[in-house]
């Protein structure tokens, strides 16, 4: 996994993804399936980052914002203010709230989606996993998929 700074346009927040590698990110940027989580831009490009250097576990970096240590295994998360962190709380209760009364059917989500969609299953929210392929698939067939934002109990 690898975290990239990212920045939308015109509005330019400021926010952090992460992504099996780099050809994944340009593969969800081309597919217009990123997104701002603050103003929901999908024109959303990496930002400039710097580079993150290893250190050793007994090192210990200074905190600016405290002038006392962090763990350097253990990187506090950082927002770029108080509206990002709270639009990220929001997002990510929606995200509880819509797992909590949708069926997960896993990597057969665009399979189900299609069976709905077309009358052939019942009708009801569901969530689960599915390719960048798979869910361009299902917008050029005017069926509604878009991705959740991960949660920190997915541990990903």
């Known amino acids: 996994m690898i975290s990239f700074a990212l ?3 015109p509005a330019a927040h400021a926010f952090d993804g992460w992504f099996r590698s780099g050809e994944d990110f340009e593969r969800q940027a081309d597919a217009g399936l990123l997104a701002c989580p603050i103003c ?9 980052m710097r580079p993150a250097i290893a250190t050793s576990a007994k090192t210990k970096a200074p905190d600016a914002a405290t002038g006392g240590a962090v763990e350097p295994s253990r990187p506090a998360v950082e927002f770029a203010n108080a509206e990002a962190a709270k ?3 929001q997002l990510q209760a929606m995200t509880r709230e819509l797992r909590a ?3 997960y059917v896993g ?3 665009a399979e189900e989606a299609r069976r709905i969609h077309y ?3 019942e009708h009801r929210q569901i ?6 392929r798979e869910v361009k698939g299902l917008r050029e067939e005017g069926i509604a998929a878009f991705p959740l934002p991960g949660l920190p109990e997915d541990k990903n």
Not at 40 to 48: C, E, F, H, I, P
């Open 87 to 89: 639009a990220i709380a």
């Open 7 to 9: 920045r939308c346009h």
């Open 127 to 132: 969530y689960g996993e599915a390719s960048t």
């Open 101 to 103: 009364k949708a069926d």
């Open 107 to 109: 990597p057969r989500f």
């Open 119 to 121: 009358g052939e299953s």
């Open 40 to 48: 929901g831009s999908s024109d959303v490009s990496k930002a400039l």
